[in-house]
């Protein structure tokens, strides 16, 4: 069974369809990459997945189980979305353990103490940072914070849209390291949005590479490293890639 399935997903905004028809499966602790540049619909099909963009046709399911187009507490206790910006997401004037408990009232889930102190050790912040505000944590502690959100109410797949383009350089190699090392002691399952190869080569094992909102070609991280991609598409991106990696 497939950790989350996808199949002919096309999702509109208003009279405008933003992605046509994109299918794929991720197996069960796979990390699985969507690329592509700006605008190319990555982002869309995660919020479609997690419930945040609901005009969409298709199907949608996660652990065998589908999604509907109405709120599904059920499939996101499974399935969290960890975003972008760890400046917005967070409540300014809630502290962080006030937003850890949030899910913990949303999904009716007891055990909240021991539950928050277990994912923010998880994510390397200890206790102190518990009845702190936002304002007080940097950048890259934020992000953490927001990934210790997700794992709260212990999911199995997340979805991860640009974890680390909104930090810090210095600081990006320690939250996708965090992240590698959290999906292999948790057996969870990623779901990837990027448009950086190098964070894909990292921190993926399978990538679709998606252009004006479909799939042009899915391949594994060893094709990608061996420069396999097939799609003219793609192998632009490879090659914008490298250069940006040399400059």
Not at 39 to 60: Q, Y
Not at 76 to 103: N, W
Not at 177 to 185: D, F, G, H, Q, V
Request: proline content about 4%.
């Amino acid at each position: 069974m497939s950790a989350l399935s996808v199949r002919n997903l096309s999702v509109s905004y208003g009279d405008r369809r933003v992605t046509h028809d994109v299918s794929f499966d991720v197996a069960e602790g796979e990390s699985f990459a969507l690329v592509g540049e700006s605008g190319s619909g990555k982002s869309t099909v995660l919020r479609a997945i997690s419930g945040l963009a609901r005009e969409w046709t298709g199907d949608i399911s996660a652990l065998g189980a589908p999604r509907g187009h109405r709120v599904d507490r059920a499939f996101a206790r499974q399935c969290q979305m960890v975003f972008q910006d760890p400046y917005g997401s967070l409540h300014p004037r809630k502290t962080i353990d006030a937003t850890l408990a949030e899910p913990f009232l949303i999904h009716g889930i007891g055990d909240r103490d021991r539950r928050i102190v277990a994912a923010l050790e998880a994510v390397g912040l200890d206790r102190r940072y518990r009845f702190r505000f936002p304002h007080q944590l940097s950048g890259g502690q934020r992000q953490r914070v927001a990934i210790a959100r997700a794992l709260v109410v212990e999911p199995r797949i997340l979805l991860l849209d640009e974890p680390t383009s909104a930090l810090d350089v210095s600081v990006q190699a320690e939250v996708l390291n965090l992240l590698k090392r959290l999906r292999r002691e948790q057996g969870l399952t990623y779901v990837l949005v990027t448009h950086s190869l190098p964070v894909v080569s990292f921190l993926a094992d399978r990538l679709a590479v998606m252009r004006q909102g479909r799939i042009v070609e899915t391949a594994t991280v060893a094709q990608l490293r061996a420069d396999e991609l097939r799609d003219p598409y793609s192998r632009e991106l490879r090659r914008l890639s490298q250069g940006r990696a040399t400059a």
